[in-house]
């Protein structure tokens, strides 16, 4: 069974930068086949997928945050991590980790997603 | 860019009834790239359906997804008290969420 699971501050002070990390057990980022995505939910409300990466160090992000956001991925560790700089109180939110299938190289489709982790609460304020 | 629309926002069905539930894209959704979830408070979401209408691993056969196009549903033939929670499609060729609708308790 695939579990996840999100660490990092959960305090971030305005215009600082955002760092989460997801280690992933039991099964491995190596192996390939799937993307490992960066999601995020404002409280109260909907669902904003933030960008991928796959084992290889490919990543692919929403055009909406594409300038503050980095992706990167430690196979070693079994963690890929979420990057997102110059925060605002916009950027408070649950960030969840997830794990989606690829489903076709040929082209960029994002994918649906299988396992998440339990997600964490980051607050921007000062 | 394709735009979700869910309805109703708010759905007060009993233990027992029928649910159904609509994801209406503003274009039409390539290759059926449609998912749907379940989120209960405080929790992360679940993956229930993937390519509109195929049930992921574990998902029980009430839940059934229909649809391609623009139009598609989400049917729970009868509903369990642990199903009252918020649904949310997915349109994953560019991984846009629906709004959700919410299934709660009459």
Not at chain 2, 49 to 78: K, N, V
Request: charged letters at 15%; hydrophobic letters at 30%; proline letters at 5%.
């Amino acid at each position: 069974q695939v579990q996840l699971q999100e660490s990092g501050p959960g305090l971030v002070k305005p215009s600082q930068t955002l760092s989460l990390t997801c280690t992933v057990s039991g099964g491995s980022i190596s192996s390939g086949g799937y993307y490992w995505s960066w999601i995020r939910q404002h409280p109260g409300k909907g669902l904003e997928w933030i960008g991928y990466i796959y084992y290889s160090g490919s990543t692919y992000y929403n055009p909406s945050l594409k300038s503050r956001v980095t992706i990167s991925v430690d196979t070693s560790k079994n963690q890929f991590s979420l990057k997102l700089s110059s925060v605002t109180a916009a950027d408070t939110a649950v960030y969840y980790c997830a794990r989606g299938p690829v489903i076709t190289m040929i082209v960029v489709v994002i994918g649906y997603f299988d396992y998440w982790g339990q997600g964490t609460l980051v607050t921007v304020s000062s | 860019e394709i735009v979700l629309t869910q309805s109703p926002g708010t759905l007060s069905l009993s233990p027992g009834e029928r649910a159904t539930l609509s994801c209406r894209a503003s274009q039409s959704v390539s290759s059926s790239y449609l998912a749907w979830y379940q989120q209960k408070p405080g929790q992360a979401p679940r993956l229930l359906i993937y390519g509109a209408s195929s049930r992921a691993t574990g998902i029980p056969d009430r839940f059934s997804g229909s649809g391609s196009g623009t139009d598609f549903t989400l049917t729970i033939s009868r509903l369990e008290p642990e199903d009252f929670a918020v649904y949310y499609c997915q349109q994953y060729g560019s991984s846009l969420f629906g709004p959700g609708t919410k299934v709660d308790i009459k």
